[in-house]
């Protein structure tokens, strides 16, 4: 008989005996031999039996496993990806899922991105398994554009704007820009508004957070938007105060150890804010204002780490923001 390869266990379909004094009955399992759902190959399962007057009778059954299931790719971090001209992109590429062959990370299958020229540009991902299955193709967006200006000059008051370095701009799969860091040294009082927020009600704590530059300076915040995991987790450390890259023992599966996102979520666990026990953090989930708070309590010391669990109902980037603030009194 043939099967397919699985994670499961080989359902053993038995054999029948008759036997002229003993009569007649069912062998459930097999004398010698086992099957390894997980491993391609050929495998033999012999049923013995031995009767009441130990006449002994034996028959094999001859079993192949077969893999022709295609492996899963899922991107790690945004399908669409926007970078500033003249910066560099690292791509922080695909995972891999394979009954036969399991899981592991793979790099891009086709394209190239140039940070020297505005554009769009694609990156495609492929995996072909030991047993030639071919993944479906999944594919990223890198769009490379011109950072914003700070504006400058010395009318009005006179106040005046430094440069900032530009740093990539990162989207959710549902085209959501990320919360960016900065390190900008914007002059009190100088900060350009984004235009959507002037007449939301968390605009002061928006601005702060502009002003602290754990926001990027942008036309745009979108504050209506809710928030995912990833986002606000950034924002957090920021907030708490970032200090660089650590190292984990213990990683999840969808959270590259290197990279912008690894860079927060790994400075979260090593922290003790986060906890490992599943394997996907689920960067682009939404998450509620109870997993915020407590999240915020963890930080601060007046709850116990616990794994994010996500949720239906979720938080605007405005409410976010807010929360940030207040708990953390620096506005």
Known sequence: MTVEASTGSFAEPGANWYDIVDGTGTLTISSSGTVNMRVPGVYTLTYTKVDAHNNTASISRSITVIDTTRPTLTL?????????????????????????????????????????????????????????????????????????????????????????????????????????????????????LAIDISKNKYKTAIEAMIQKGYIQNTKRFYPNRTITRSEFLKLLVQAYG??????????????????????????????????????????????????????????????TADTIVSSSFGVTRAQAVYTIVQSFDFQ
């Open 242 to 303: 970032y200090t660089g890259p650590v190292n984990v023992a213990k990683k999840f599966a969808d959270i590259p150890n290197s990279g912008n996102l690894g860079l927060y979520v790994y400075f979260g666990v090593a922290k003790g804010w986060i906890n490992t026990k599943n394997m996907n953090f689920r960067p682009n989930d939404i998450i509620t204002q109870a997993e915020i708070n407590k999240l915020i309590s963890v930080v601060k010391g007046t709850a």
């Open 76 to 192: 790690v971090g945004a399908s669409s990806i926007g970078v500033y001209i003249n910066t560099v992109y690292t791509d922080p590429g695909a995972t891999r899922i394979d009954i036969v062959d399991g899981t592991g990370t793979i790099a891009t299958y086709s394209g190239t991105v140039n940070t020297g020229a505005l554009g769009t540009y694609t990156f495609q991902y492929r995996k072909t398994d030991t047993a030639g299955n071919i993944s479906a193709i999944i594919a990223r967006t890198i769009i490379v554009s011109t950072p914003p200006s700070a504006g400058g000059g010395s009318s009005g008051g006179g106040s005046s704007f430094s440069s900032v370095s530009p740093t990539p701009i990162v989207m959710s799969s549902t085209g959501t820009t990320l919360l960016q860091t900065v390190s900008p040294n914007i002059a009190s009082g100088s900060v350009i």
